[in-house]
């Protein structure tokens, strides 16, 4: 029955569906919706702050305790912040991203932080640096969900400081070039037995 009502269904829809098809922007185009700073904000900065503290130690009332994904469901948990870094390389990358839609950026007051259009400027000048530096990102990510995979903990502490160097190194270029280095992010200071 229901068979039957499907076959004749097209006949008339069609117009309409080719009419819809031809209008407006083809679907697969990319929308970016959030800034390169809300993607930082959102997506970069969270999942990178996960991957880091999954290996590391912290200094409590009762002693240093070091943190390291033990059960099944911890490795997993912490594999999918690795992903998620490593997927938030290719949101930098999408064309038409701005900078920042506020015309803000973070640090503002601090000399030799650059201006939001300035950081713009040197992004668009060359898209292939910007992208390389994204991959540098992509790269260590990668290592760290290899290294989750491997459930080793020292490896993983290995690739959280690749992915470190890689936060510095973008920023360096646009965000404070001119800037005396800020201690961002913490340094890790994990210690922890394989
Ligand atoms: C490919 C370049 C690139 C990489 C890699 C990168 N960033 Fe950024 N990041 C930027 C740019 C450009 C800005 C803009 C400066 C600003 O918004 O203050 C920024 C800004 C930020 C901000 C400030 C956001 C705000 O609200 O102003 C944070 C936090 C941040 N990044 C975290 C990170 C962390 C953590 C990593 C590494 C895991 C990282 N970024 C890697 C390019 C990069």
Not at 19 to 42: K, N, W, Y
Not at 105 to 121: F, R, T, Y
Not at 159 to 179: F, L, M, Q, S, V
Request: charged share 20%; proline share 7%.
């Amino acid at each position: 029955m229901s068979d039957m009502k499907l076959r004749y269904l097209p006949y008339y829809l069609l117009p309409f569906l080719l009419a819809a098809c031809s209008s407006g922007e083809p679907p697969t185009q990319f929308r970016p919706d959030a800034s390169i700073q809300e993607v930082m904000a959102s997506v970069v900065d969270p999942a990178a702050d996960a991957v880091w503290e999954a290996v590391s130690s912290e200094t409590t009332a009762q002693g240093i305790v070091e943190h390291q994904p033990r059960t099944d469901a911890e490795w997993l948990a912490v594999r999918h912040h690795a992903v998620t870094l490593a997927e938030a390389a290719n949101l930098l990358l999408i064309k038409g991203r701005v900078v920042s839609h506020t015309n803000q950026l973070e640090d503002a007051h601090v000399p030799g932080i650059l201006s939001a259009a300035d950081v713009q400027k040197k992004i668009d000048a060359d898209r292939k640096l910007f992208a390389a530096r994204a991959q540098e990102l992509q790269a260590a990510a990668r290592e760290a969900v290899a290294a989750i995979d491997a459930k080793h903990p020292q490896r993983l502490l290995a690739a959280g400081e690749k992915i470190d160097a890689a936060c510095e190194r973008c920023h360096i270029t646009y965000w404070y070039p001119n800037a005396e280095q800020p201690k961002w992010p913490a340094p890790l200071t994990a210690a922890v037995k394989p």
